[in-house]
């Protein structure tokens, strides 16, 4: 009953989702007034989520962000003044401003900021002041310094390009009766800020956290091909403050809703500032109800009415992370992942020799135990290095799941920037020395760290260890995870998957040579900088599986990555194609085929190291056949096309029986010879070359090939092709022609 009050209380205002008594009752006429004549905005780049957590503050346009809604561009009535502030700085720049209504955006909302008046000041940003210049409706002055604010109306920064101490100045801009033109990318900026906090270091959060407005580290993804649709819905729910009303009321049942409230207040929880706000309020309230004390586990995982525990957790998280040195207990939720050692296993020291130059993580074949220190002692000088301390082998953190089968971020690395430096995980975790890429770059040099107060791992590298003393070491390993490394491959899995591998040799072999035909095909060196590392988590962050370092793999699958005998029989899809990842070349890997060349790699894997050819895999079953035929039917539409990854995929299992895989490793070949000037700068330039390289190796036109598929070429393209005769091989145009 109290939700369809709710509901019908939401209808009342126009052109919005949701209502809140203390908003001013402008809302709807300032939406309607931002979005006049616009139907689409878009961006230069990969727009962030800008939050509404305060009663002033509501959504313009919305974004996806999961299964959810956040805002991608939003607004509020801060004091006398207004703001408005998009998920990227490309918004207000050409390449913004040239996309869809994007500029018609801009007009209405200087228009809106500057309430009637359409004079705006930018502040140090040439190329922005170009763009609002070159839209025409607008009077801009770029301005070098924020003396002159009182004579201008608007003022269009980007807060995080501010010094602190004027923060300070541009918030009195606004609260006095300024309007404000922001944009913000949270997602972004915690990349390039080396571990610093949104919550209370980032410059936009300090400035229009009292607005209500927050980044986050989410991504707003596209509601249209063109952009993010102005009438894109705004649930209830997309603003923390009504949101956080909702989980107190206790009586949501729409699966939806509590879908979206729940996103709503855990993305607002990890970037709320320590201070006391009304949001902040409610949410303490709500962590301390004896719901709260829930936690999560691959068998009971907590799910998005689970509002209170997800609170509770992310706040333990924020504080952890912001403070990762203080001394923190084992929090429970460490039991299910990444687990604890038995009660009583000893605790042990071990010096090992790090090779600086090699870069990344080094194993230590030790475990930090969740709420012990662990302590890490450098040689003198050593810690001018940019040397690292890492805790966890899992990069995944599932902040913004839906579920949660474990602590959502359970990993951590800490500068070791002292000749002794203590740590307590609340997690705990396999330990690694980090040596950062530079320093490998500049390094030949070995260097001995040693690490006091951890549980022994079971640890195999290839060329150290010998295989007899192997199934001792699984036997009297206390950590629940184990490694085995050699060169070029590294498996990081729980215990469990080795307790029935004698001898992990042949295995490594086997690894070793996998990613040896990668290197092959993708024509780069069998020797490594560093080896490819695969490690299991009970929940990955992305995917069934993704790639990176390391490539992430759900541990239902460890025992596979481990089975030698069916590795060798069978070979394994996702492994080799999360593997392929991290060989694919983006000058050959043009829009729509991200997930398809990848599988060269796949198939390679398969015909070379399993003797399973192309056509004896999942690329000979009726359904491919069946899928061309469709795609015929339809059209042939190249957007088709690329929408259907084994589709697409066929073109170029095509082009391999007809040509052999020598033909695709002498062309992926001359893509590493390409000087940065004969590189292809975009989608166009990779298709052509494609046709056009392949076309001279072969000495027949592939052009032909490309168009039978309706792959997009340049007349140039086809005109470079032409003077090679069409391919015979009737298999390139079956089904097709």
């Known amino acids: ?406 602590a959502p971020k359970v990993d951590l690395e800490i500068p070791l920037t002292a000749a002794s430096t203590t740590v307590s995980s609340p997690f705990g975790g396999l330990l690694y020395v980090v040596v950062p890429d530079k320093q490998a770059d500049s390094a030949e040099a070995l260097l001995e760290v040693t690490i006091r107060n951890a549980c022994r791992a079971a640890w195999f590298k290839q060329g150290r260890d010998t295989p007899a003393a192997w199934p001792a070491a699984v036997r009297n390993s206390p950590a629940p995870w184990a490694e085995l490394e050699s060169d070029k491959v590294i498996l990081t899995v729980p215990l469990s998957a080795v307790q029935g591998l004698d001898d992990p040799s042949p295995l490594l072999a086997l690894w070793d040579d996998i990613a040896d035909q990668d290197a092959r095909l993708a024509a780069i060196p069998p020797e490594r900088r560093f080896a490819e590392r695969f490690c299991a988590d009970v929940q990955l962050c992305a995917g069934w599986m993704h790639a990176g370092y390391p490539i992430m793999i759900p541990e239902a699958t460890a025992k596979d990555l481990v089975d030698l005998e069916k590795l060798r029989t069978e070979g394994d899809w996702g492994f080799f194609h999360e593997l392929g990842h991290n060989h694919q070349n983006r000058d050959w890997t043009f829009s729509g085929t991200g997930e398809v060349t990848v599988n060269l790699f796949t198939l390679y894997n398969m015909e070379h190291v399993c003797g399973i050819p192309p056509r004896k895999t999942r690329m000979g079953a009726p359904g491919i056949r069946a899928a061309v035929r469709k795609w015929v039917a339809g059209g042939k539409r190249h957007a088709d096309w690329c929408r259907d990854p084994f589709l697409a995929l066929e073109t170029f299992v095509r082009l391999q029986q007809a040509f052999g895989w020598n033909a695709l490793e002498e062309l992926f070949a001359e893509y590493r010879t390409l000087s940065p000037a004969e590189r292809p700068q975009n989608d166009a330039a990779k298709r052509d070359q494609w046709a056009v390289r392949l076309s001279r190796i072969t000495g027949q036109n592939i052009a032909a090939v490309f168009d039978a598929w309706s792959i997009p070429l340049s007349a140039e393209a086809r005109d470079a092709c032409a003077k090679y005769p069409r391919p015979a091989d009737p298999r390139l145009f079956e089904d097709v022609l």
Not at 87 to 113: M, Q, R
Not at 145 to 152: G, H, P, Q, W
Not at 316 to 326: E, I, S, T
Request: with cysteine.
């Open 1 to 406: 009953m109290a939700l369809r009050v709710l509901c019908c209380a939401l209808a009342c205002l126009p052109g919005i989702c949701f209502a809140d008594t203390n908003r001013p009752p402008s809302v709807g006429e300032a939406r309607a007034a931002l979005l006049r004549d616009v139907r689409v905005i878009d961006s230069g780049g990969v727009p962030g989520v800008v939050l509404c957590v305060g009663a002033h503050a509501f959504p313009v346009v919305g974004a996806k962000c999961g299964r959810a809604v956040q805002p991608v561009a939003a607004a509020s009535f801060y004091g006398k003044g207004r703001v408005l502030a998009v998920g990227h700085p490309s918004f207000y720049t050409e390449e913004g401003t040239s996309k869809a209504d994007t500029a018609a955006f801009i007009n209405n909302g200087v228009a809106w900021l500057g309430q009637g008046k359409a004079t705006v000041a930018v502040y140090r940003n040439q190329p922005v002041a170009k763009a609002l210049d070159a839209i025409g409706a607008l009077d801009v002055t770029e301005i070098p310094s924020l003396e002159s604010l009182a004579d201008f109306p608007v003022l269009a920064v980007y807060p995080d390009s501010l010094k602190p101490d004027e923060v300070e100045r541009i918030r009195q801009f606004i609260v006095s009766g300024g309007g404000l033109l922001a944009s913000g990318i949270g997602w972004g900026w915690r990349q390039v800020s080396q571990g610093k906090s949104l919550a209370t270091e980032n410059l936009f959060n300090r400035l229009l956290g009292p607005a209500g407005l927050l980044i986050s580290s989410e991504i707003a993804d596209r509601t249209a091909t063109d952009g993010y649709l102005a009438a894109f819905p705004l649930p209830a729910g997309v603003n923390a403050v009504q949101a956080a009303r909702l989980a107190a009321e206790g009586n949501v049942s729409d699966p939806v809703l509590l879908r979206q409230i729940n996103q709503t207040l855990c993305a607002a929880k990890s970037v709320l500032p320590p201070r006391q706000t009304e949001l902040s309020r409610s949410l303490d309230a709500l962590m301390d109800s004896p719901a709260a004390a829930r936690l999560p586990s691959p068998e009971q995982p907590l799910k998005a009415g689970d509002i209170p525990a997800r609170l509770a957790l992310l706040d333990h998280q924020a504080g952890w992370l912001a403070r990762p040195l203080d001394v923190w207990p084992a929090h429970p939720a460490a039991a299910a992942y990444p687990g604890l050692p038995p009660a009583g296993a000893p605790r042990d020291r071990g010096t090992l020799t790090i090779d600086l130059g090699i870069p990344r993580w080094h194993g230590t074949g030790l475990y930090a135990v969740a709420g012990e220190p662990v302590t890490v002692e450098l040689p003198a000088g050593a810690e001018k290095l940019g040397l690292k301390l890492r805790i966890g082998a899992t990069t995944c953190d599932n902040t913004h799941h839906d579920q949660w089968r474990r």
